[in-house]
């Protein structure tokens, strides 16, 4: 490093390329759309910037780049000015002092020394875009666009200008049906961090406190992990229903029980064997009763033996008084089973007598009306939670979690209650 020239080193903090994390470089091939999807702070808008830093310097500061008109559209104009172009990872931040843009406030524009211009919009007001032309264009948090869609097919008319118009997304991902569509086209490219990926830039303690606090939370997987999460039209539980369940621990608990949904076969591909844990409080009248979901411990893969053993390490681990299974399928053999690895193993077989989105109605009330709790660490249950409609589910495979999960509730919770409402015959 020493022995570079010294305009070589005053150059080095700005080529990207020497320092970009693999998320933050663009794919190579033919693509119209390039989505970065990231957690928080995963480096996201840098690379937004980046990319258009590349698109309009040319080599040298008065040379043309690859784009000489370039829309910069943001949720707000506000977000688009204080993110995207003052930012502290944003246009200028990012650029050289040679060859940086001036921005120009009244007309909106980045304008560079060699004429290229990058022009801000909102998102608010796609009609914005229904005059201007463009060969490339930077959308920053597309998923949180109020008017999603008709802002990005004007965009799309808009990118109309050179000869392979593209358009960088970063986003954070949301269940938003523009961010949907766009990541199905077969012209959209996607790269995805975490937002561990970027922590040689964030705060050691950030990264701390938002982990203990949201790992393995639906939350968590969305906004640290980066992942894109499935809310179905009409689902009997949504994301915001489920933010509102989490507590951080469990008062002590009245009861505790373990239920499985067992696989009735084994491999790679088989369905899993849903393992949920929960507890409840019941002290009071059955309607003041509440439920906590401590635990998800689903396996897959696994033979019968192998799942059993789960289950009854999940029982000593969380001091559950009883195992509940559904029995449709494997009859005596999962009672069998569960009796091989604990002959002791206080055992019920439940038998269902509805479908499965019948049998989750009643335990999504109890959520609605704010009677059951979600610890930490549930997030790939959650996940399927929000996939289950009254009319099936619609996610991929079975929902093994979920199931266990209703046979849980409707053990510690609904059929208890139910009990309690029936009527008491006197004997005379």
């Known amino acids: ?32 759309a390039w989505v970065i999807l990231g957690g928080r702070g995963a480096g996201k808008t840098r690379a937004g910037a980046e990319w258009v830093r590349a698109q309009a310097e040319g080599a040298r500061p008065g040379d043309p780049g690859t784009a000489r008109r370039v829309a910069l559209v943001g949720e707000t104009y506000d977000q ?33 020394p060699n004429g290229a211009e990058a022009q801000a919009f909102s998102a608010s007001d796609p009609e914005a875009l229904r005059g201007p032309q463009f060969d490339a264009a930077w959308a920053d948090e597309l998923a949180k666009w109020k008017k999603g869609q008709e802002c990005w097919d004007m965009l799309q008319f808009a990118l109309r200008l050179g000869r392979d118009p593209r358009v960088c997304v970063t986003t954070t991902p949301r269940n938003a049906p523009v961010l949907k569509r766009l990541l199905a086209s ?54 915001a229903l489920l933010e509102a369940a989490q507590v951080a621990e469990a008062p002590p608990l009245d009861r505790v029980v373990v239920a499985v949904d067992p696989a009735v076969s084994a491999g790679k591909s088989s369905d899993a064997c849903g393992i949920a844990v929960a507890g ?25 033996l192998a799942w059993a053993q789960a289950v009854i390490a999940a029982r000593d681990a969380f001091g ?17 089973v569960l009796r091989q690895a604990d002959p002791l193993v206080p055992f019920r077989a439940l038998h269902a007598g509805k479908g499965k989105a019948a049998r989750a109605e009643p335990v999504a009330a109890l959520y609605e009306q704010g009677r059951v709790r979600h610890l930490p660490g549930l997030g790939e249950l959650e996940e399927q939670m929000c996939q289950m409609t009254p009319q099936g589910y619609q996610g991929q495979g079975s929902p093994d979690r979920l199931d266990a999960l209703v046979w849980a509730l409707h053990e510690l919770i609904i059929a208890p209650a139910a009990h309690h409402r029936m009527p008491q015959v006197r004997v005379l």
């Not at 930012?87 to 406030?105: H, Q, V």
């Not at 995805?192 to 968590?220: D, Q």
């Not at 409080?281 to 033979?303: F, H, I, N, S």
Request: charged residues 20%; aromatic residues 6%.
């Open 1 to 32: 490093m020493n022995e570079l020239p010294q305009k070589s080193l005053c150059a080095l903090p700005h080529l990207f390329a020497f320092w970009a994390l693999g998320h933050q470089l663009p794919p190579q091939g033919k693509w119209r």
């Open 80 to 112: 688009v000015r204080d993110v995207m172009i003052h930012g502290d990872s944003g246009i200028l931040a990012c650029s050289p002092p040679d060859r940086g843009p001036k921005w120009k406030a009244s007309e909106r524009k980045l304008i560079w």
């Open 186 to 239: 077969p012209s959209t490219v996607r790269s995805h961090a975490k937002t561990e990926a970027n922590s040689a830039n964030l705060a050691p303690s950030f990264i701390e406190e938002m982990r203990a606090r949201y790992a393995g939370t639906r939350l968590g997987r969305q906004e640290l992990d980066g992942v894109l999460l499935s809310d179905v039209q009409g689902a009997l539980w949504s994301t």
């Open 280 to 304: 409840a409080v019941t002290r009071g009248k059955p309607q003041d009763w509440q439920a906590y979901v401590l635990a998800d411990r689903t396996v897959q893969g696994v033979g019968p």
């Open 320 to 336: 559950a008084e009883r195992v509940v299974a559904e029995v449709n399928q494997g009859g005596a053999l999962v009672e069998t």
